[in-house]
């Protein structure tokens, strides 16, 4: 191996497989691993992998050396390699090409007696789980991590390019920002401190500071539950934006994620097709809303129906899929989307209070298409959630949860105190919650006054309350999981195959 070493350094790949369809009829060198191999007769059919894709290479017997037809035939799956041959379009192929092997060498050959432990027949999870650093190596878990940095860099690039300042929380922390159930606690110096739920709360302060301001990194929840959309360890982008309503809130949310969409059926209609993922669903997403009415019709035929079976739990629906704004001068009301700079103009997702989705849960336990009934003022349920997210073929907005059900920091909505102006983005299929965001209490008093009820420590909130004490603001964002995003978006069961190296509840390793 180690003649081959200055060669690995030195001379970059000429090619990769993903840019092969710029090299047919050309001799490349690519560099990679062997993933399968077939033989037929005096025919060998060895698949490639480079991290950009894989390739079926041909070696006839009769076309090579002995000695290459001998050690291509001694290649055992992920041996690394350095092949050569001439790229050939075919469209039975499922990448599309095929490689006429001329030349291969061995960087290390994967000893037959200690093969590698993901062979190609099934496994199990727990199995799968164990070995996930090889795991990793398979196509489709490598086209959903292709997609993972996608889907981070576009939310990225989204805040980059419309005037939004990267800012950092700090990831220790003195206080819980999501509630004290899921704190992760550590001794720092003597003192307790906790690993960071959520940027917000430092965000809140960079926002005053900056404007429009987006943290990025990793968060951490002590779920102790096991379910297919929790993580312990999980990372979060997070917008804020001072004199930014509610209204202008759900507008970030829903250009933001269109571009994320956007992006992903730019880059990534192979790697989809890889992982088995539906596509046309994802670009009914981005797709234009034909018509506003339209929208608001099958919002307000769904909740109607639920109205008229129990009209004693369902309000009436006066302001179905629209944003009822409040009234100018109402606490909470100062900044209407005021020149956000990022367009407005993107596909409409529809939109539904909490008490039109309360209305839609009902009436679907009513006629069995739920197993309990959704009790008003809980917060919803996962199935809730599935049941709401089954019913659109877009993100759809629930937003004005009961106070009661949210978190400290959300500001009431004036047209009815006990509903937070709040907003959960539910991914269409089922996914449920991607996104949680608000308006944020911008009252000192009111907000003493909350983290007082929810037992939270005055002193380390010190620092939180002066943002109310000097040039308070409304201001509002939200946090999209990533995780919870690439699972929706790659149409995967479980967000254990979102991120290279998941920690859940029962697991720390690898
Ligand atoms: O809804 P959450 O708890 O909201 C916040 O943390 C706010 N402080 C965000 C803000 O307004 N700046 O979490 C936001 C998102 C959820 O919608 C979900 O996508 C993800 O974070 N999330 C998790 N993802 C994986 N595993 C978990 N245990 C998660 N908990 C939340
Ligand atoms: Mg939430």
């Known amino acids: 191996m180690s003649e081959l070493e200055p060669k690995l350094v030195t001379n970059p790949p000429v090619a990769t497989i993903a840019s092969l369809a710029a090299h047919v009829g050309d001799t490349v060198t690519l560099r990679g691993w062997l993933y399968n191999m077939r033989q037929s007769g005096k025919l060998l059919f060895p698949i490639f992998r480079d991290g950009t894709g894989t390739i079926q290479g041909i070696v006839p017997k009769a076309a090579v050396s002995p000695e290459v037809f001998e050690r291509v035939k001694s290649l055992t799956q992920e041996s690394s390699v350095i092949v050569t041959g001439s790229v050939r379009a075919d469209a039975r192929a499922p990448s599309g090409f095929e490689l006429d092997v001329a030349n291969l060498e061995i960087v290390h050959l994967v000893p037959a007696s200690d093969p590698f432990p993901i062979s190609h027949k099934e496994h199990g999870t727990d199995f799968l789980m164990e070995h996930r650093h090889l795991w990793i190596r398979t196509p489709r878990q490598s086209a959903i991590l292709r997609i993972r940095a996608t889907i981070m860099r576009a939310a990225q690039e989204y805040f980059d390019t419309n005037g939004f300042v990267r800012t950092d929380p700090p990831i220790l922390t003195p206080a819980a920002c999501e509630g004290t159930s899921t704190l992760f606690e550590l001794d720092y110096f003597g003192d307790p401190a906790f690993l960071t739920q959520s940027g917000q709360l430092y965000i809140e302060a960079t926002a005053l500071a900056l404007g429009k301001v987006y943290s990025f990194g990793p968060t951490f929840r002590a779920e102790k539950s096991k379910t297919r959309r929790h993580l312990t360890e999980f990372w979060m982008i997070e917008p804020e934006v001072a004199f930014m309503d509610l209204e202008g809130d759900m507008q970030l949310a829903e250009a933001f994620l269109t571009h994320i969409v956007t992006r992903v059926l730019e880059l990534h209609r192979a790697d989809l097709t890889v992982i088995g993922r539906d596509i046309a669903k994802l670009e009914a997403v981005i797709a234009p809303i034909p018509s506003e009415s339209e929208n608001e019709a099958v919002i307000l035929s769904e909740a109607r129906s639920a109205e ?79 049941y709401i997210s089954s019913q659109f073929d877009k993100p759809v907005m629930v937003h004005r949860y009961p106070a009661a059900s949210k978190a400290f920091y959300m500001q009431p909505d004036p047209a009815d105190p006990t509903k937070a102006l709040c907003v959960d983005v539910l991914a269409p299929e089922g996914y449920g919650e991607i996104i949680g965001g608000s308006q944020r209490v911008d009252s000192y008093d009111l907000l003493r006054a909350r983290i007082l009820e929810h037992n939270l420590p005055l002193a380390a909130f010190e620092w939180y309350l002066d943002l109310r004490r000097y040039g308070s603001v409304p201001h509002s964002g939200f946090g999209m999981g990533i995780e919870r995003a690439v699972a929706w978006i790659c149409g995967l069961d479980h967000v254990r195959e979102t991120i290279p190296f998941p920690r859940t509840l029962n697991r720390i390793y690898p």
């Open 308 to 386: 008229s079976k129990d009209p004693e739990e369902a309000r009436p629906v006066t302001t179905a899929g629209t944003f009822s704004t409040t009234e100018p001068g109402a606490p909470g009301s100062a900044a209407s989307s005021p020149n956000l700079g990022w367009s407005a103009t993107t596909p409409r997702f529809p939109r539904l209070s909490y008490d039109e989705a309360h209305a839609m849960l009902d009436a679907a336990f009513k006629a069995g298409k739920l197993e309990a009934p959704h009790i008003y003022g809980d917060d919803l349920g996962s199935p809730d959630e599935t």
